[in-house]
């Protein structure tokens, strides 16, 4: 089972800048899709970003050109630089994990989440 743990949330004003991190285990996290997802009270967890395991991203349009994720394979770490922060980007992030197990299964796993809060 893949383990995710994240950090790097906090209070910042708007147009500051938060860089969340996510460390993951296995010895395949190189194969693994990683994103982060957010969620404020009462509404559906939404998809922020997304890396493949070929560096492929995908972006909501809430945070295009805003916001980038990475990863480091050799470290089992997954980020999300968010920058030009935003009220609306308020939410606890999570870090979310996508792998492949026998005969093709796919499963799903996911942080604990971290509080991101912007406001003045």
């Known amino acids: 089972q893949v383990q995710l743990v994240e950090s790097g949330g906090g209070l910042v004003q708007p147009g500051r800048s938060l860089r969340l991190s996510c460390a993951a285990s296995?010895?395949?996290?190189?194969?693994?899709?990683m994103g982060w997802y957010r969620q404020t009270p009462g509404k559906p967890r939404e998809l922020v970003a997304v890396v493949t395991s070929g560096d492929t991203t995908t972006y909501a349009d809430s945070v295009k050109g805003r916001f980038t994720i990475s990863r480091d394979n050799g470290l089992n770490m997954v980020y999300l630089q968010m920058n030009n922060l935003k009220p609306e980007d308020t939410a606890r992030y999570y870090c979310k994990a996508v792998t492949v197990g026998a005969k093709g299964a796919l499963y799903e796993y996911w942080g604990q989440g971290t509080q991101v809060t912007i406001s003045s």
């Open positions: 296995g010895s395949i996290f190189s194969t693994y899709t």
